[in-house]
């Protein structure tokens, strides 16, 4: 009996094809052209038995693949999450093969080299001198708030009502006093509001959520430490057309940028960048024993994402990149012009950053949304009302096709 299973678990070890390519992936591959229509339910136990790669890939595929929103249809334009090209479908499969750690310079030599290309390539865009990059400008956020009170001694934050929820997530977890300065109607700070920033870290937003408003720049400087929350307007400095609207980031102190948005990543990716990149290394830096170089940031282990972006910057070039991103703020001017055509429509404001607003007054906005199809606009509240908000992330949305569904709707 002893015998028998110490020979099934060598057995298992020597010639556990789990671990090893097999062309059965390439059935995994075909599924993105077409998923298996056939929805069985998901077992509703956790099996004793594994069905097997393949079997739970067939089971899988319909459900993973089939009840997801398509970020990439015509009408997809309500959030921040774009189609990702197909170039970091093939990266992400390579990464996942690999599971290379960022902690761990011997784990991930190529890996390290990516991101540090990546950073290379894009820091000058914002006038940025280091930084790195981790899963998301919620930590992009927190880092560059924690490298703030940590290397210039800011005592408190201000931001505005309109910034983003992770800068006050940050300043509970930092404890730190939040001040939110109230806004102009359209979403951006109102400077007649804030007062001294002598001990304190301010927060900009390039593209605020709910409306794509840029805040006041020329505030950049006033304060112990301005960092700049560009999660989503950031990429926009990758272009020759609307790169002025950000202009004055480069005097910021640190800078976050989702690439899982207008940088058409998958997620988990963002990059938190640095003016002076020794100083808050230095404070956001831990070495263990076991570690080769010091922790940097908040993550242990973080996987490859720099790959990923490598792979699109090399693939677009900037040019290519944006192009893309012209695309999708055309998208959003086109859009906000067809809307403001319409008489009985109201518009916020012409679009920054590829977020158009608008209402029909009069007209109950909640209800009027849930006539439209899904994914296509979501809702925003302005002044305790209810409007209606299109992000342009898709570079394959059909601003006519949604016009048309917006009229339609609005006939109806
Ligand atoms: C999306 C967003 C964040 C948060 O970024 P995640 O990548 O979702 O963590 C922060 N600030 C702004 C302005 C955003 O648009």
Redesign the pocket.
């Known amino acids: 009996m002893f015998l028998r299973r110490f020979i099934l678990v060598t057995y298992m070890s020597n010639k556990d094809t789990s671990f090893s390519y097999t062309d059965e992936l390439q059935e995994a591959v075909e599924c993105l052209r077409a998923a298996p229509e056939k929805l069985i339910e998901l077992p509703s136990k956790y099996p004793h038995r594994g069905l097997g790669e393949s079997a739970a890939l067939r089971l899988l595929a319909p459900h993973i693949l089939g009840d997801a929103a398509k970020l990439d249809s015509e009408r997809a334009l309500a959030h ?1 999450d774009p189609p990702t090209p197909w170039i970091t479908w093939a990266t992400t499969l390579w990464n996942a093969r690999l599971n290379q750690n960022l902690l761990h310079e011997a784990t991930a030599p190529f890996a390290m080299k990516a991101e540090e290309r990546v950073l290379e390539w894009l820091l000058p865009f914002f006038g940025m001198s280091g930084g790195h990059m981790c899963s ?4 992009a ?1 927190l880092t560059a708030l924690w490298a703030a009170r940590d290397s210039r001694q800011v005592r408190r934050i201000v931001a505005s009502e309109a910034a ?1 929820l ?1 800068i006050a997530k940050a300043a509970r977890m930092l404890s730190l006093p939040l001040e939110q300065i109230p806004t102009t109607r359209y979403g951006n700070i109102d400077i007649s509001q804030i007062g001294s920033l002598s001990d304190a870290c301010l927060v900009l ?1 390039a ?3 709910s409306t794509g408003e840029i805040d006041a720049f020329d505030l950049i400087g006033q304060a112990q430490w301005t960092h700049v ?1 560009a ?2 307007g950031g990429p926009l400095r990758l272009t020759t057309s609307h790169a002025a609207k950000l202009s004055g980031i480069e005097k910021a102190d640190s800078v ?1 940028v ?1 690439a ?2 207008l940088l058409f990543q998958p997620k988990e990716a ?1 990059l938190v960048m640095f003016a002076n990149p020794s100083l808050a290394n230095e404070a956001i830096s831990f070495g263990g024993g076991y570690l080769a170089s010091p922790n940097i940031g908040i993550q242990g282990s973080r996987g490859a994402a720099g790959v990923n972006l490598l792979a699109t910057l090399i693939a677009f070039g900037q040019y290519g990149l944006a192009q893309r991103i012209d695309r999708v703020m055309e998208i959003s001017q086109k859009l906000a012009d067809g809307l403001e055509a319409e008489s009985s429509i109201e518009l916020l404001a012409p679009p920054k950053t590829g977020v158009t607003v608008f209402r029909i007054p009069n007209l109950d906005m909640q209800k009027f949304h849930k006539t439209l199809p899904v994914g296509m606009l979501s809702l925003c509240v302005i002044e305790n009302e209810y409007w209606l908000r299109s992000v342009a992330a898709n570079p394959l949305a059909d601003e006519q096709s949604i016009l048309k569904a917006i009229r339609q709707a609005n006939r109806d």
Do not use: E, I, Q, R
Request: hydrophobic content about 30%; glycine content about 10%; charged content about 10%.
């Open positions: 921040m998301g400008s919620t930590l956020n983003h992770s937003t593209g605020t959520t929350d999660a989503w976050a989702s899982h948005k963002a």
